[in-house]
């Protein structure tokens, strides 16, 4: 019954995934003296923004490709 609420919740959780993910990476700076973070420039909405269009995009490329292979496996049965 619990896979059944998580599949429910799917799409929300791979973009919130994605977004996490995006946000996580693009937060730290690696140089030869060490690791930076970047807090100031990463609480910006401009950031927020494009981190958020940025894992829209994926989860809509994931989503066209997950129906896709759907369609293709109707076909061949």
Do not use: C
């Not at 019954?1 to 990476?25: D, F, G, V």
């Not at 700076?29 to 420039?41: H, S």
Request: positive net charge; hydrophobic residues 55%.
């Amino acid at each position: 019954m619990k896979i059944l609420q998580i599949e429910k919740y799917r799409w929300p959780l791979l973009t919130a995934i994605l977004w996490l993910h995006i946000s996580l990476i693009d937060l730290m700076l690696l140089t030869v003296n060490g690791t930076r973070l970047l807090w100031q420039q990463n609480l910006t909405f401009k950031a927020f923004a494009v981190h958020l269009s940025i894992a829209l995009v994926s989860t809509l490329v994931i989503w066209l490709t997950y129906r896709l292979q759907l369609r293709i496996r109707q076909n061949i049965k």
